[in-house]
Each structure stands twice: as structure tokens, then as C-alpha cells.
């Protein structure tokens, strides 16, 4: 058994999950191990028991968190003082919209395959202040949409929205040369990386945008409720998302202000060390299996996957099958089926223990695979799919 092989089993073993589910829903809410799980509960335990507001009990949860958010910045290669905790994506993304000065008029560029939380506050940003959202295509492959942003980048833009993984099929996004394309034009760049970080290595400097989203809770594993923002160094004197002067100080009149990090600006009142403390045991899990690993053991089996479905009529994938483009996250569509008799298929897939998205903007499957997924569960998903296709033809 190779160390890999080894490693992969021992996170089946810390995910009771495995044992009754063939789980492909890790872009919507990953599994927390049991290990993360054993770590929220004895932290939460410890500042209960001990007292809450004991200032020992806080200082040692205080220490533990800053250290959790020191590995994650060494894991994204990045500063602590850049990074802020939030509870998710969708709340980071306000975070940065928030910190800008929206002004009638002005322009926000958001490519065509954004989360629906992003496309929603834009059109509140276009209801309530007047900003104009103009959509770039990423359906179309790398130069539509790094030629569509180019164009949008000639008008009054004062973001882009950019995700690194597409939501809607996997596909991974000219990230690096958008970001260049929008520094050379002075507008700064949200990358959003909800569907990237733990899937595959993330070096964010290497990726040149301004701000950087995620989510713990997907492919990191994390507990549900730990999100973050990266703010790049040059952004963070601008980056007041709050009214609050520095969020993390209570700042008193005639105090001094505290230094400017992503955290002061942006960490509000009381929170939940333990789900912070919970993010630092999925990340060592990450580490010791190594985001180069997972990515290369996902892909076999998403190529996998590609290859059983090519001999199965009316199925098209969706995702570009090219390695280098595919991600874990596939999007399948069944040419014959209608969206009732979609979402009923996937209904007959749970019934089987077979667990996947309905994606409502196709409509399609999507399929998330993760580092916890055998050849086995691929093949039972690919014969279950085809066994109640058929059935319906
Ligand atoms: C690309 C992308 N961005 C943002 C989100 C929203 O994530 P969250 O619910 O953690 O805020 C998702 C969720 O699937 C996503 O895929």
C-alpha cells in the first residue's frame, strides 16, 4: 500500500459517511471528519466548562485561532494580517462590495458562471445604488471571456467578479490572466475560490487579484460555519467594510487605533473560536495528504468517470474533459430527460445511496468528486445512471 493509498484510507475512516454513502455533493457542503468534529466539540466543551469569559479560557482559544490562521496563510502563501475569518463565501463577497464606494453609474464586471450569491448582490448593487452589471462570458472557453472582459474593462468598471472553478460545470477559469488583464486597468479583482481551495494547490500571490473568497466547509473539509477573505496588501488601507472604526478592538474615543490587518477592518463581536480551531485539524488532514496529491488522484478518477460515460448514449458531459481544465466538479447532462425526470432520477440515485446536485441552471447533474471517492463509487454512479436512464427511454 502505497503512503498515498494509506492516507486516502485513513480519511474514509475518519468519514463515517463513507460506509453508507457514495457522497459527490463536496462543491455544495464537504463532510467534516470525525477528527474536526472531535476537536469543535472539545473546544466548545473546554470554554464552557472552564468559563467563557474567563480571560485564560480566551486567551488559550485566542492563541489557538491566531495559529489556525497562520496555517492558512502559509497554506495560501499568503500574510495572517491579510486575512479575515467570515462565516462562508457568500458573506466574504459582501465583505468586498461593501468596502467600495459604489457611485451611480459606476460598473461591476461579473463573469456569466458566478455563484447566484454573487449575481444576486449585484443586482441589489443595480437596484440600490444605480451600478451597471456588465456580464462576461466563461461558458464559451478561456479567450471569449478573457476578450469579453477586455471589452467590459473600456467602460466605468470598479470590480471584477471572477471564480476560479466554475459552480455551474468545474471548468477552471483563466484566473491568472484576467487578474492581469484588470491590473492593467487599475480595476481591481475579487477571485472567487469556493470550488478551488483543497481541491488542488493555491498559491494566491501567484494568482495577482485584489481580494480572494472561500469557503472551510467544501473541499477543506472544514466545520459548516468558517469562510475567509484575503485582502491584497496595496487594498488594505481602502478595505472598510463596516462602519465600525476596527472591529476587533472595541475602539474607544482617544485610544489609539490598532494596526490595519483584513481582521480589524472586518472581524465583528463575538464568535465561534472552536469553528476556527475545527478549520486547523481539516487543514493538517489536507496537508498530510497534499493538495498536489489530491488533485492528481481526483483527476484519474474524473477521467474515469469522463471515459465510462463516453459508451453511454444521452449523456453529455458538460465539462471540458481536457486535463488541465476539469476540476472535481463535473456537470453531466441527460439529453432525454426533462427536469422533473431529473430531479426524480437523483432522488432514485440517493434511494441508492448515490448522493449529487441537481443543478437548476441547465438543468444538469453535478457530480462532485473528492479525494475521499474510490473507482468503486465512480462505477456505481455511472451504472446507476445508466440503469435509470434507461429505464426511462
Ligand atoms: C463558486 C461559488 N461561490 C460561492 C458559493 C457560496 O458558498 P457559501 O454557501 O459557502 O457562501 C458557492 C457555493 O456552492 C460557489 O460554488
Known amino acids: 500500500m502505497t503512503r498515498a493509498t494509506k492516507s486516502l484510507r485513513q480519511l474514509r475512516e475518519d468519514l463515517p459517511l463513507t460506509r453508507r454513502l457514495a457522497y459527490f455533493q463536496t462543491g455544495s457542503y464537504g463532510p467534516t471528519p470525525d477528527s474536526v468534529l472531535r476537536v469543535v466539540a472539545e473546544r466548545m466543551a473546554y470554554q464552557s466548562r472552564y468559563g467563557s469569559a474567563s480571560p485564560g479560557v480566551t486567551g488559550v482559544l485566542l492563541d489557538q485561532e491566531h495559529r489556525v490562521r497562520r496555517q492558512l496563510a502559509d497554506f495560501l502563501g499568503v500574510q495572517r494580517e491579510q486575512l479575515a475569518w467570515t462565516s462562508n463565501t457568500s458573506q466574504a463577497m459582501q465583505r468586498v462590495l461593501r468596502s467600495l464606494d459604489w457611485r451611480p453609474g459606476d460598473e461591476i464586471l461579473v463573469s456569466s458562471a458566478e455563484h447566484v450569491s454573487t449575481q444576486d448582490a449585484c443586482r441589489?448593487?443595480?437596484?440600490?445604488?444605480?451600478?451597471?452589471?456588465?456580464?462576461?462570458?466563461?461558458?464559451?472557453?478561456?479567450?471569449?471571456l478573457l476578450s469579453g472582459l477586455e471589452t467590459g474593462l473600456k467602460g466605468r468598471a470598479r470590480l471584477v467578479c471572477l471564480s476560479q472553478v466554475s459552480t455551474l460545470d468545474g471548468r477552471r477559469l483563466p484566473a491568472r490572466q484576467a487578474a492581469g488583464l484588470a491590473r492593467a486597468r487599475g480595476v481591481p479583482l475579487m477571485l472567487d475560490g469556493a470550488q478551488a481551495v483543497g481541491q488542488y494547490p493555491v498559491e494566491i500571490p501567484a494568482l495577482d487579484c485584489d481580494y480572494y473568497i472561500a469557503s472551510g466547509h467544501k473541499w477543506l473539509l472544514g466545520p459548516l460555519g468558517v469562510g475567509f477573505l484575503w485582502v491584497s496588501p496595496d487594498r488594505l488601507s481602502q478595505?472598510?467594510?463596516?462602519?465600525?472604526?476596527?472591529?476587533?478592538?472595541?475602539?474607544?474615543?482617544?485610544?489609539?487605533?490598532?494596526?490595519?490587518?483584513?481582521?480589524?477592518?472586518?472581524?465583528?463581536?463575538?464568535?465561534?473560536?472552536?469553528?476556527?480551531?475545527?478549520?486547523?485539524?481539516?487543514?493538517?488532514?489536507?496537508?498530510?495528504?497534499?493538495?498536489?496529491?489530491?488533485?492528481?488522484?481526483?483527476?484519474?478518477?474524473?477521467?474515469?468517470l469522463f471515459h465510462e460515460l463516453e459508451a453511454r448514449p444521452g449523456i453529455r458531459i458538460v465539462t471540458p474533459t481536457k486535463p488541465g481544465l476539469a476540476s472535481g466538479l463535473v456537470a453531466l447532462e441527460l439529453k432525454e430527460l426533462g427536469e422533473a425526470e431529473l430531479r426524480k432520477l437523483i432522488e432514485n440515485l440517493l434511494e441508492q445511496g448515490i448522493v449529487v446536485k441537481y443543478q437548476p441552471e441547465r438543468p444538469a447533474l453535478r457530480v462532485s468528486v473528492a479525494a475521499f471517492n474510490t473507482r468503486e463509487e465512480i462505477l456505481r454512479l455511472v451504472d446507476a445512471i445508466d440503469v435509470l436512464t434507461r429505464s426511462r427511454r
Open 239 to 304: 478595505f472598510r467594510p463596516d462602519f465600525i472604526p476596527d472591529a476587533s478592538t472595541w475602539l474607544k474615543p482617544g485610544n489609539p487605533p490598532p494596526p490595519v490587518t483584513a481582521s480589524s477592518r472586518s472581524e465583528l463581536g463575538t464568535h465561534n473560536y472552536a469553528l476556527r480551531i475545527g478549520l486547523g485539524r481539516a487543514l493538517e488532514i489536507i496537508e498530510a495528504l497534499g493538495p498536489d496529491r489530491i488533485e492528481r488522484y481526483v483527476q484519474e478518477l474524473v477521467q474515469l
Open 124 to 144: 441589489a448593487l443595480e437596484q440600490h445604488r444605480e451600478v451597471v452589471i456588465r456580464t462576461f462570458p466563461a461558458e464559451a472557453g478561456d479567450d471569449a
